[in-house]
């Protein structure tokens, strides 16, 4: 692999994501999933004025099919199942942007360090990796929230702590791969100090592949925050999120079956478009541009 060095030894950065941005906007999945999540967060952020009160109760108007006041009907308390599932998408996108922020940020950082610094430190941060992985993620953030208690902080702690492994030890491989790329080679000789070699040449490669792997893995975070709602390990009643409305709805699904339709047709979407974006990343990513 070979870098365009510019200036004083830094690799030229701007050409690989450039071409990556034209190759995207031409693949169709992308423009899909991106209008898939551009519309939920729009919903997200502007929804939320538009509806009602989503913790309002009607006990006179409990479980009402969907109609022109009620275009998703009601819950056995009466309450607007659109109103909760325009609130639920704000929370359950929170979330998991949360998740994926700190994550992503663990992850590339002990993956770059232990890179780096090698020896004893680069063998601590492998084996902390080993053990992550060696054990179940979801069974681990079980665990955390069982002894932290129920609640959306401790559930987005919980999947924040148990999901950046996989992601450093992909990380850490590119970066052992970076030290021996031409620009990196040059720089040395240079005298370029290890801070500068680190921040200008190796982490923007890392970044992006970095970036691109943890997008794979958003779609299967979003469920699992769903999941451990559903189990009321989340956000705790009266509060909208996705999962602990498909739960609540579980008692009266026999007579309400539209119950189902906001939150369920909520994560469809979600994972169906980050599943798109993430396929079109991986389908229009150029190992050698990006190197």
Same mark, same amino acid.
């Given at each position: 692999?070979?870098g365009l060095?510019?200036?004083a030894?830094?690799?030229d950065?701007?050409?690989?994501?450039?071409?990556?941005?034209?190759?995207?906007l031409?693949?169709?999945?992308?423009?899909?999933?991106?209008?898939?999540v551009?519309?939920?967060?729009?919903v997200?952020?502007?929804?939320?004025?538009?509806?009602g009160?989503p913790?309002?109760?009607?006990?006179?108007?409990?479980?009402?099919?969907?109609?022109a006041?009620?275009p998703?009907?009601t819950d056995?308390a009466?309450?607007?199942?659109?109103?909760?599932?325009v609130?639920?998408?704000?929370?359950?996108?929170?979330a998991a942007?949360?998740?994926?922020?700190?994550?992503?940020?663990?992850?590339i950082?002990?993956?770059?360090?232990?890179?780096?610094?090698g020896?004893?430190?680069d063998?601590?941060?492998c084996?902390?990796?080993?053990v992550?992985? /060696? $054990?179940?993620? @979801? #069974?681990? +953030?079980?665990a955390i929230? !069982?002894?932290? =208690?129920p /609640? $959306?902080t401790? @559930? #987005?702690l +919980?999947?924040s702590?148990? !999901?950046?492994? =996989?992601l450093?030890?992909l990380?850490?491989s590119? +970066?052992?791969?970076?030290?021996?790329?031409g620009d990196v080679i040059?720089?040395r000789m240079?005298?370029?100090?290890?801070?500068?070699?680190a921040?200008?040449h190796?982490?923007?490669?890392?970044?992006?592949?970095?970036?691109?792997s943890?997008?794979l893995g958003l779609?299967?975070?979003v469920?699992?925050?769903?999941?451990?709602s559903f189990?009321?390990?989340?956000?705790q009643?009266?509060?909208?999120?996705?999962?602990?409305m498909l739960?609540s709805s579980r008692i009266?699904?026999?007579?309400?079956?539209?119950?189902?339709?906001?939150?369920?047709?909520g994560l469809?979407l979600?994972?169906?478009?980050?599943?798109?974006?993430?396929?079109a990343?991986?389908?229009?990513?150029?190992?050698k541009?990006m190197?």
């Amino acid at each position: 692999m070979t870098g365009l060095l510019t200036g004083a030894g830094r690799p030229d950065t701007t050409t690989a994501p450039a071409g990556l941005g034209r190759r995207l906007l031409r693949h169709q999945g992308f423009v899909v999933g991106l209008i898939g999540v551009v519309a939920l967060l729009i919903v997200a952020v502007v929804g939320p004025s538009l509806v009602g009160d989503p913790d309002a109760t009607r006990f006179t108007e409990q479980l009402l099919p969907p109609s022109a006041r009620f275009p998703l009907g009601t819950d056995s308390a009466g309450r607007d199942v659109l109103a909760r599932t325009v609130y639920g998408a704000r929370v359950s996108l929170l979330a998991a942007l949360v998740v994926f922020a700190i994550t992503t940020t663990i992850g590339i950082t002990v993956g770059v360090t232990a890179a780096l610094a090698g020896g004893r430190i680069d063998a601590f941060l492998c084996r902390c990796c080993d053990v992550m992985l /060696g $054990l179940p993620s @979801l #069974v681990m +953030a079980l665990a955390i929230v !069982g002894a932290l =208690g129920p /609640g $959306l902080t401790n @559930l #987005v702690l +919980a999947m924040s702590l148990t !999901g950046w492994a =996989g992601l450093a030890k992909l990380c850490r491989s590119l +970066a052992l791969d970076c030290r021996h790329r031409g620009d990196v080679i040059a720089a040395r000789m240079a005298g370029v100090s290890p801070t500068r070699i680190a921040v200008g040449h190796i982490l923007p490669s890392v970044l992006v592949y970095g970036l691109i792997s943890a997008t794979l893995g958003l779609g299967e975070t979003v469920l699992g925050l769903a999941g451990m709602s559903f189990l009321g390990l989340g956000v705790q009643p009266p509060t909208a999120e996705w999962g602990s409305m498909l739960n609540s709805s579980r008692i009266d699904l026999a007579v309400a079956p539209w119950l189902l339709i906001g939150p369920g047709v909520g994560l469809i979407l979600i994972v169906t478009s980050v599943t798109l974006i993430s396929d079109a990343l991986r389908d229009c990513v150029d190992l050698k541009e990006m190197s």
